[in-house]
């Protein structure tokens, strides 16, 4: 298990127990943080599950695999710590990561 905290654009947080092997998209859609779209249901093909990595935790989440990276392009407002959250697994490691919702997923 990890405790994950998504900010909403608002500023809301949103402080969810995630299961070991699940992704951080799935976490975020199952308790209904706002601004997940994940229409794809997490193929990597969609790009609406955007999110920012606190910088804290950018390397404990790794590098994105060029999959993601090429998708990634077609994200709104990409930054430096972007990263599609379908393609984020958690992990005992992940335990305490923040990530930040972008304002719009396009
Ligand atoms: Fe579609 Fe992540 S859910 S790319």
């Known amino acids: 298990m990890a405790k994950i905290t998504y900010i909403a654009f608002d500023g809301t947080e949103y402080v969810v127990e995630a299961k070991d092997g699940s992704t951080v998209m799935e976490n975020a859609v199952r308790n209904a943080v706002p601004?997940?779209?994940a229409e794809c249901g997490g193929a990597c093909a969609c790009a609406t599950c955007h999110?920012?990595?606190d910088p804290a935790w950018v390397e404990a989440t790794g590098e994105p695999e060029p999959m993601?990276?090429?998708?990634?392009d077609f994200a709104h407002d990409v930054?430096?710590?972007s990263r599609l959250s379908c393609q984020i697994?958690?992990?005992?490691?992940?335990d305490g990561l923040v990530?930040?919702?972008?304002?719009?997923q396009g």
Request: without cysteine; aromatic residues 4%; charged residues 25%.
């Open 79 to 81: 930054q430096p710590t």
């Open 51 to 53: 999110v920012y990595v």
């Open 68 to 72: 993601e990276e090429d998708m990634l």
């Open 99 to 104: 990530v930040r919702v972008p304002e719009s």
């Open 89 to 94: 697994r958690v992990s005992p490691a992940l």
């Open 35 to 37: 601004g997940i779209e």
